[in-house]
């Protein structure tokens, strides 16, 4: 019982991001027929990056959809969308990144690929901010202004990854009607895969305008991780250890993913505060 | 500081709720599985 509960703390993350990536993409006769899920749950968004056009896809992507909400009506406020992030944020924040979005497992699984590693410093804290940006104006500015999905269309890497491939080695139509707009996306993605390999979870640091959104929320989800401030004696191991550009544990940049509790001597990082488990306040 | 959490915490919850209803009363729902449905050419490099 003890060596199962030691498995499933060193696994259980990655069996998480394992059934949140198959539970996403169930549809899977898609695949083998080159056609999109066309059933009522396309109405439900889920929590990660997801893109709705990939053939296994059962449900919306939450950033497609706000962008498709917002460049529809430009003067009308996509209250569902609106609230279903806002659901999503105040519940897990980035532990969602951490934990429930197939992208960042990705992400996760190329950089395992032996190869020299860009280690985390002023210039990354930097680019991190640049996911902000990238949310201005592709997610929010383009659609409202120019009527069209401006991160799915010029950015994104899952969409190419998950949808826009599969989608056009599987349909000759969609193959006489490639441009340049597809050699563009193509390139975008080989990039972020390439940075992926040497540069930990690079497009979820620097580029993804979701995770932007959920680091809104970090300081107040409900569930993620928590230093106990009794026992943090300061040493900053969580910090040196973690991958993403954290100043400090569950800050906007944390993505929950709970590496940094094996690094701690003291044993004050956990998903619940004393204060939690007590119920009190 | 622990109890204006808590009630920021319930109160955005609470929002998140309101906004989702008032989103399905609004055909918010069906819009964005209107959207889903159909294969996004923009999204797949096509335009």
């Not at chain 1, 305008?209 to 026992?231: C, H, M, Q, T, W």
């Amino acid at each position: 019982m003890g060596d199962l509960r030691e498995h499933m703390v060193k696994f259980g993350r990655r069996y998480t991001q394992l059934i949140t990536a198959v539970l996403y993409n169930c549809h899977i006769t898609g695949f083998v027929r080159g056609r999109i899920y066309k059933g009522d749950s396309k109405g439900i968004c889920v929590p990660g990056l997801n893109c709705y056009s990939c053939p296994g896809a059962a449900f919306a992507c939450p950033l497609g959809s706000l962008q498709g909400a917002l460049a529809k009506t430009a003067y009308k406020l996509p209250l569902y969308m609106l609230g279903t992030l806002l659901l999503f944020g105040i519940l897990f924040g980035r532990m969602i990144c951490g934990f429930l979005c197939p992208f960042g497992l990705i992400q996760e699984l190329l950089h395992k690929i032996p190869l020299p590693k860009i280690k985390k410093s002023p210039v990354t804290r930097a680019l991190s901010f640049l996911k902000y940006v990238i949310l201005i104006v592709f997610v929010v500015a383009i659609p409202v202004i120019r009527l069209a999905p401006g991160f799915c269309k010029y950015i994104c890497p899952a969409g190419t990854l998950e949808a826009g491939l599969p989608l056009v080695l599987m349909n000759e139509q969609l193959q006489s009607r490639i441009g340049w707009l597809f050699s563009w996306k193509v390139f975008v993605m080989a990039v972020c895969i390439l940075a992926c390999m040497v540069c930990y979870r690079a497009f979820c640091r620097f580029l993804c305008p979701l995770g932007a959104i959920y680091s809104f929320f970090n300081p107040v989800a409900f569930f993620g991780i928590r230093v106990d401030e009794k026992k943090c004696t300061g040493c900053n191991a969580c910090i040196r250890m973690c991958g993403m550009d954290t100043k400090r544990v569950g800050d906007h940049e944390c993505i929950h993913c709970g590496e940094c509790r094996r690094v701690c001597p003291e044993g004050a990082i956990s998903y619940f505060t004393k204060e939690d488990k007590n119920g009190t306040i | 500081m622990a109890k204006n959490k808590r009630i920021i915490q319930w109160a955005l919850l609470a929002v998140s709720v309101v906004l989702i209803a008032a989103g399905f009363i609004d055909n918010g729902f069906r819009e964005v599985m209107t959207k889903a449905v159909m294969i996004c050419l923009e999204c797949i490099g096509i335009g």
